[in-house]
């Protein structure tokens, strides 16, 4: 194997760990700030908080050190690595937390991780790519931000905590593989075309899209642990990119039909693993089931706000009033 290709896989690693500490610090921010993220005072308060601009921080290196590992080694080295941010991730978020990971979290991990592996195989795409030009990077763009936004309507509507947690991480993961397409067009209008480029639908895009995803991810981390939402934003995010690719940027499925319905079989057994991981905040699941139970729940910290918690396993109600961002 040549030596750039290695470079190219040490970096992809290196995005990945950073990609996994930005989640974990957005969950450690979740449990730090659990107020609805719906109005001023508490969007003020996340703005202000270091964690914010941590996991901010470590999301742009996640980026910087995709595309240079994208530089070094083709997409199909580098994409396949994005499965490892659940491995990274869930026993570092539990360990923070003062827990352990469970075993049925680990197998739904397990199925998770072994069906978005075998979902990017698929779903990735071979082939050069062409830059998308304004007025297409524009209608991605709007394209975008209205699936987002109907996304996070959903999710301030949803009958349950796992449903409305798993369709603010589906938004967040089609913000960020959507930005990875339209940073791929930025890139190529800049070197095209120097500063101009700033003016790009592409470049503006970009910025207001993925800070949407970081939004919309703190969302999904509160009143959840760390798996599902992550899970599930993993997933989203090549489906997205790739769709972009193939539909507007000229790019290909590497495995054709065949590769499009193990993309289907991958998504059920990704939906099963990340079922598993399912876990509320300060709940475990309870023994022969997997609901959660009244038992395991982790006492409130003195001067904590308890304002925006779950109080059952379904939290219907209190899904309604945590609404979306």
């Not at 490892?84 to 003062?98: E, I, K, T």
């Not at 972009?244 to 939906?271: N, Q």
């Amino acid at each position: 194997m040549e030596i750039g290709i290695w470079i190219g896989i040490v970096l992809g690693v290196l995005s990945t760990a950073c990609y996994s500490a930005a989640a974990v610090a957005q969950r450690r921010l979740a449990v730090a700030l659990p107020e609805p993220l719906t109005g001023g005072r508490p969007l003020s308060r996340l703005l202000r908080h270091p964690l914010w601009w941590t996991s901010a921080v470590l999301n742009a290196g996640r980026a910087g050190l995709q595309v240079a590992a994208l530089a070094f080694a083709p997409l199909t080295v580098v994409q396949p690595l994005g499965v490892l941010v659940l491995v990274f991730g869930l026993p570092w978020s539990a360990r923070l937390g003062g827990r352990r990971v469970t075993p049925r979290e680990w197998r739904g991990a397990v199925l998770t991780v072994l069906a978005l592996a075998l979902l990017l195989w698929a779903a990735v795409t071979g082939g050069r790519s062409r830059p998308m030009d304004a007025w297409t990077s524009a209608a991605v763009v709007v394209g975008a931000l209205v699936l987002i936004s109907g996304l996070a309507w959903a999710a301030g509507r949803a009958s349950s905590l796992r449903m409305r947690s798993c369709l603010l991480g589906a938004g967040a993961g089609t913000a960020f593989g959507v930005a990875s397409a339209t940073t791929k067009t930025a890139i190529a209008v800049a070197a095209a075309d120097g500063a101009a480029f700033l003016l790009h639908p592409a470049a503006c895009g970009t910025a207001a899209i993925a800070v949407l995803g970081l939004l919309l991810a703190q969302a999904a981390y509160q009143g959840m642990e760390l798996g599902a939402p992550l899970g599930v934003t993993a997933v989203a995010n090549p489906v997205a990119a790739s769709a972009v690719g193939v539909a507007f940027m000229g790019e290909s499925y590497t495995a054709g039909w065949t590769g499009a319905g193990i993309a289907v079989l991958c998504g059920m057994l990704a939906a099963y693993g990340i079922a598993l991981m399912s876990v509320p905040d300060g709940r475990l699941p309870a023994r022969g089931g997997g609901r959660e139970g009244p038992r395991g729940r982790r006492p409130a910290r003195p001067g904590r706000p308890s304002r925006g918690r779950f109080r059952s396993a379904d939290g219907a109600a209190s899904a309604r009033q945590e609404g979306l961002l």
